[in-house]
């Protein structure tokens, strides 16, 4: 199975900061990858497909890139309502889909 | 409107079985992909099952011969049938419609979920 790897597993920023966050995957998916939101007690939500893909309705603000093995999740400006925990997926051809194990992003 | 409720999850007894629903409105859940995710109390999400529109299905390795998935056309409706449960797949159960994020290309995503239902496996 591919294993997906973030980075960090949690990061503290202040609203307005610009916030990164890297998923590697064990091996070439092309840009099969997804990212999803989760806030606490909520349910994921799609943000990104095709690894750079924005979902209808995702503030522009949000942006991923890469391909292969290595992928970034960028929020330029965090806002309030960001604070949450964000997973990449590997979407590759056939299942068995993974995901990473998740980047909680906290107020500073 | 797309949607997906999610029911049946329950407390189990170590080695029962369960089944839980998944029924959709505003899409035909066979002219779809549906998938399981599950997610155990503080932990990250991890892909279960799929039920391709065409009719295939795939497992996680982790339930692979305890679980199946299912779809009934009349219903618009996936089940997930779980046996010889254990304390490791307590979580909540999520579906969500999996689609491809372009037409014809193969990545397929989760783009509409269910708020999930709990299924608890203690003595």
């Known amino acids: 199975d591919i294993q997906m790897t973030q980075s960090p597993s949690s990061v503290s920023a202040s609203v307005g900061d610009r916030v990164t966050i890297t998923c590697r995957a064990s091996?070439?998916?092309?840009?099969?990858l997804a990212w999803y939101q989760q806030k606490p007690g909520k349910v994921p939500k799609l943000l990104i497909y095709?690894?750079?893909s924005l979902q209808s309705g995702v503030p522009s603000r949000f942006s991923g890139s890469g391909s292969g093995t290595d992928f970034t999740l960028t929020i330029s400006s965090l806002q309030p309502e960001d604070f949450a925990t964000y997973y990449c997926q590997q979407a590759n051809s056939f299942p068995p889909w993974t995901f990473g194990q998740g980047t909680k992003v906290e107020i500073k | 409107e797309v949607q997906l409720v999610e029911s049946g999850g329950d407390l189990v007894q170590p080695g029962g079985s369960l089944r839980v629903s998944c029924a959709a409105s505003g899409f035909t859940v066979s002219s779809d992909q549906v998938s399981w995710v599950r997610q155990a109390p503080g932990k990250g999400l991890e892909w279960v099952s799929v039920?391709?529109?065409?009719?295939?299905?795939y497992h996680a390795e982790s339930v692979k011969g305890r679980f199946a998935i299912s779809r009934d056309h009349s219903k618009n409706t996936v089940y997930l049938q779980m046996n010889s449960l254990r304390a490791e797949d307590t979580a909540v159960y999520y579906c969500?419609?999996?689609?491809?994020?372009?037409?014809?290309?193969?990545?397929?995503?989760?783009?509409?979920w269910g708020k999930g239902t709990t299924v608890t496996v203690s003595s």
């Open positions: 095709g690894a750079s």
């Open positions: 969500a419609r999996t689609r491809p994020g372009v037409p014809g290309t193969p990545g397929l995503y989760m783009d509409v």
């Open positions: 039920i391709y529109s065409g009719g295939s299905i």
């Open positions: 091996q070439g998916i092309s840009t099969w």
